[in-house]
């Protein structure tokens, strides 16, 4: 007999929201490659700020003030 592994509920690969959740309390996405646009790093001003948000060789992101 062969057995199946029962699916997950859908949930947002972000801070695990409900897939079925209101748009407006669900965070916005922005995928990286949207985000970088080739680029190995961006600058990112918040609340007076500047912060520098970089990819590593291994693909992880590193963020520094």
């Known amino acids: 007999m062969q057995s199946r ?3 997950p509920e859908p949930v947002s690969h972000l801070a ?3 897939a079925g959740q209101s ?3 669900r965070p916005v ?3 990286s490659t949207d985000l970088f646009k ?3 790093s961006v600058v990112i001003e918040h ?7 970089q990819t ?4 992880k992101l ?3 003030k």
Do not use: D, F, S
């Not at 590593?56 to 693909?59: A, E």
């Open 16 to 18: 695990g929201t409900p």
């Open 38 to 40: 080739g680029q190995k």
């Open 56 to 59: 590593t060789k291994l693909g």
């Open 47 to 53: 609340n007076g700020c500047v912060y520098r948000l």
């Open 29 to 31: 996405a922005v995928h």
């Open 5 to 7: 592994a029962l699916a």
């Open 23 to 25: 748009p407006a309390a």
């Open 62 to 64: 590193i963020l520094t």
